[in-house]
């Protein structure tokens, strides 16, 4: 069964950085689209980030010119880069992944950013 394990949350001041990652382990054949999701209290999901198998990175306006998400094939990995991290940004983020055609979930990992 494949699992998706995220990292690297935590507590930060604004303005400060993070870097979550997100690694998939299990039986995999084919990994596609990657994507970061977040869930702020009271709101609904949000998606933050997207990374193709080639390499094709999109972003939320709110994510423009701060994240920068990215992917290690070899390690079937998933990262998410935050800079000058602001109040806002508080929720949990959560890593999805298509996995042999199928789309997987991790438990989501909290980012609190202090003003």
């Known amino acids: 069964q494949v699992q998706l394990v995220e990292s690297g949350g935590g507590l930060v001041q604004a303005g400060g950085s993070l870097r979550l990652s997100c690694a998939a382990s299990?039986?995999?054949?084919?990994?596609?689209?990657m994507r970061w999701y977040r869930q702020a209290p009271g709101k609904s999901r949000e998606l933050v980030a997207t990374v193709t198998s080639e390499g094709v990175t999109t972003y939320a306006d709110s994510a423009k010119g701060r994240f920068t998400i990215s992917r290690d094939n070899t390690k079937n990995a998933q990262y998410l880069q935050m800079n000058s991290l602001k109040p806002e940004d508080t929720a949990v983020y959560y890593c999805?992944?298509?996995?042999?055609?199928?789309?997987?979930w991790g438990q989501g990992t909290q980012v609190a950013v202090s003003s």
């Open positions: 999805d992944a298509i996995v042999d055609h199928r789309s997987c």
């Open positions: 299990g039986s995999i054949f084919s990994l596609g689209v």
